[in-house]
Structures are given as structure tokens and as C-alpha cells.
């Protein structure tokens, strides 16, 4: 089966940054769109960012448009999420998700049934 490991999360101070990355098994990575979603204590868990099988298209949840960039490098089989800017609102644990069949408007990959497989999550803390 297909694993997903999230590492890079950590503690840091409001204004700071810290770079996610995602580690796939499998030779099929490049046919997987993938997508990064965060949930914080007491809340359910939210869409932060997709990016398509080539890395062409990306989509970004209006809380972190402008922060945060979805990149990926298909000959790593690795998917990364860059945050800058970090708010204390930003605190959540971060999971990497793979959609096997992606849909075809990256919109779509908001939904997180959309999903097949989901690592399981770093740990983000931005501190006031």
C-alpha cells in the first residue's frame, strides 16, 4: 500500500516559517494529485493546499493564499508545503494526503474524501 510520512513540523514564533514535506512510497507518485490539510484542537479538519499530478496546477484555501506554497518534485516522490508568515491561528496538525484518481479542476481536491491515503500528520505550534 501507499505510505505517507509527514516531517518538518516543530514549534515556532508568529512571523516565522517552517518548510512540511511529504514522503511517498511507490513508483506512481507523479499519477497522484496531492494535497496537505490541517486540523486544529476542537476543530474539524480544513483544507490548506492540493497540487496537481504535475505540479501545473495548485489550489490554496483563502486562509493561507498568499503564505503558504504547495510544491512538489515527482523524481523525490517527495510533496512540500513552505509556510511563511505563520499566525498562531495556523497551529494544527498537518496531514499529507494523495488522491489516486485525481479529479480534473483542482478545486475539487478541497474535499478530503476525495482522498485515498493520509499520513499521519506533524505537528505545527506558532507561539504570540
Known amino acids: 500500500q501507499v505510505q505517507l510520512v509527514e516531517s518538518g513540523g516543530g514549534l515556532v514564533q508568529a512571523g516565522g516559517s517552517l518548510r512540511l514535506s511529504c514522503a511517498t512510497s511507490g513508483r506512481t507518485f507523479s499519477s497522484y494529485a496531492m494535497g496537505w490539510f490541517r486540523q486544529a484542537p476542537g476543530k474539524d479538519r480544513e483544507f490548506v493546499a492540493a497540487?496537481?499530478?504535475?505540479?501545473?496546477?495548485?489550489y490554496y484555501a483563502d486562509s493561507v493564499k498568499g503564505r503558504f506554497t504547495i510544491s512538489r518534485d515527482n523524481a523525490k516522490n517527495t510533496v512540500y508545503l513552505r509556510m511563511n508568515s505563520l499566525k498562531p491561528e495556523d497551529t494544527a496538525v498537518y496531514y499529507c494526503?494523495?488522491?489516486?484518481?485525481?479529479?480534473?479542476?483542482?478545486?475539487?481536491?478541497?474535499?478530503?474524501?476525495?482522498?485515498?491515503?493520509w499520513g499521519q500528520g506533524t505537528q505545527v505550534t506558532v507561539s504570540s
Open positions: 494526503a494523495a488522491d489516486r484518481v485525481p479529479p480534473l479542476a483542482v478545486v475539487a481536491l478541497s474535499r478530503a474524501d476525495e482522498y485515498n491515503y
Open positions: 497540487i496537481s499530478r504535475s505540479g501545473g496546477s495548485t
